[in-house]
């Protein structure tokens, strides 16, 4: 499979469970608008069968480069990004990893046990990432533990190996000369965003503005029913020039620790 195979198996499955993101995708392009991704990103646990590590692998074997390394000190996440060696349009890679070992001990054995029961040749499928949930994601009550620690935990046994969420390069669109005007344009359309800590993340200064929707509301069926649970959102980025001229190419870990709540249960209520 090459970059542009797999990039586009990526958005088939996001824009499935996803309906929102490629409505707001057509939207733009009736408006004349050529898409280009900033980045698209990638959660797991850092269980040492499934972490960064193992997921980078692919990206890497299709001429990737790690770059920054970020951490998430109260949701306990690290983060890595990878930006392509020599082809300036393909997205940056974002890969994410709940840090298990900062976890509680119940969360830790859950998490394991999950794990445990799925077929361990599955892991070292070169395609993992896009293998969503390799273990049987049917029970509520399993979800509900993980949410009541965990927001990113509980999405993650739901969803697992995809794409969690792709993001528009706002500098690429010619309609829109700010975040602002974009946002006001996704809201005078009807699409709700993630305001928390500000609509836009980020400042000019940080050379990086951010934005998302909330994440749709997805059917799952769980041995106890069938109930909404958030899925993926649409993220956009504008990216500022530094000194030297070149946009910046990094993440802003304090706009992103933001950004992952677009997942979050509590925010949907608020919608
Ligand atoms: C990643 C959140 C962070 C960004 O652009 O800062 C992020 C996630 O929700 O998995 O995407
Ligand atoms: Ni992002």
């Known amino acids: 499979m090459d970059k542009t195979q797999l990039l586009s198996k990526l958005w088939e499955q996001y824009a499935e469970i996803t309906p929102s993101a490629k409505k707001i995708h057509d939207l733009l392009e009736q408006k004349g608008e050529e898409i280009k991704n900033d980045h698209i990103a990638i959660r797991t646990f850092n269980d040492n069968r499934i972490n960064i590590t193992v997921l980078e692998r692919l990206f890497v074997n299709l001429g990737y480069e790690a770059k920054g390394e970020y951490h998430f000190e109260s949701k306990k996440l690290f983060a890595k990004h990878y930006e392509h060696a020599t082809d300036q349009n393909a997205p940056r890679i974002f890969i994410s990893e709940l840090e298990l070992e900062k976890c509680s001990p119940e969360l830790q054995a859950t998490v394991k046990n999950i794990l445990d029961s799925c077929d361990q040749k599955l892991f070292d499928h070169p395609e993992l990432v896009l293998s969503g949930t390799v273990w049987n994601a049917n029970s509520h009550a399993t979800y509900q533990f993980l949410l009541a620690e965990s927001e990113y935990a509980a999405w993650m046994y739901v969803y697992g ?107 949907q209520h608020n919608k």
């Open 161 to 267: 190996f995809r794409a969690n969420h792709f993001t528009i390069n706002t500098n690429a669109l010619k309609g829109f000369a700010t975040l602002q005007d974009l946002n006001a344009f996704l809201e005078d359309n009807g699409w709700k965003l993630n305001a928390s800590g500000g609509k836009i993340k980020g400042t000019p200064e940080q050379l990086l503005e951010q934005s998302s929707t909330l994440a749709d509301l997805h059917i799952v069926n769980f041995e106890e029913g069938a109930l909404e649970i958030p899925s993926c959102y649409y993220e956009f980025a504008l990216r500022y020039p530094m000194a030297n001229g070149e946009l910046y190419q990094g993440f802003i870990a304090s706009s992103a620790d933001k950004i992952f709540e677009s997942t979050d249960v509590q925010l």
